[in-house]
């Protein structure tokens, strides 16, 4: 089975984090929850759903993991700023491993300088920000450009997930 990053900050989109993760680990993969400190405790804006980190993103490197997933919400925002957080996902995608990123976890990938090229959907709004970062950005609630796999929203979550179990 794989092993798979979750990138998850205060203030994620609960539902964005929560399904996946849960549906990761239902399908018998293991999950890690990669923050700035281990052991912290984060909470979902939506006050529903709250984890801790099992690790710190200084402890960890993407030769450990066969995915990465990187919910939205503000936690992208609070995640893009780190230059470890930006290397991890480098690496993900030089080794062409999957990076699937739902709503605002694009951000992370623009902030990383990974979507020159590449086709890509996010929450709509950030559009304009998906495409000054060199994107074809395109609203559908899923899109599988190599080894990125984007949604917009949570409404999108079952077709997230499902092309998401399909690469592990």
Known sequence: MSKVAFLLANEFEDSEMQVPYDEVKQAGHEAD???L???ETLKGKQGKAEYT???AITDVKADDYDAVVIPGGSSPENLRLDPNVLEF???FDASKKPVAAICHGPQ???SAGLLRGRTITSYPPLQDDMVNAGANFVDEEVVVDCNFISSR???DEPAFVRELLKVL
């Open 37 to 39: 400190k281990a052991g």
């Open 153 to 155: 929203t949570p409404k």
């Open 53 to 55: 980190t099992d690790k």
């Open 108 to 110: 992370i990938l623009a």
């Open 89 to 91: 996902v480098k690496a």
């Open 33 to 35: 929850i990669i923050g």
